[in-house]
């Protein structure tokens, strides 16, 4: 998983699809559902720790992005 592409396409097996039209809820609301699924077991510890670490460093330069302009 390199990607937030492979990030979606992980949460998709699992029949969650998040479109919001706004990029940095949509990356959030990915944490949250990547993090359920998560303490639900349904996902491995490495596979949850990748995502949730490309989540993490896109939400922040999404921050970044509206703290700038």
Not at 32 to 51: G, H, N, P, V, W
Request: aromatic share 8%.
């Amino acid at each position: 998983m390199k990607t937030i592409y492979d990030v979606q396409q992980l949460l998709k097996k699992f029949g969650t699809i998040i479109y919001v039209g706004e990029r940095l809820a949509d990356l959030e609301l990915m944490e949250e559902e990547l993090i359920e699924l998560y303490k639900s077991q349904l996902i491995e510890s490495r596979d949850f720790q990748t995502a949730l670490l490309l989540l993490r460093q896109e939400i922040q330069i999404e921050r970044d992005k509206l703290n700038v302009h």
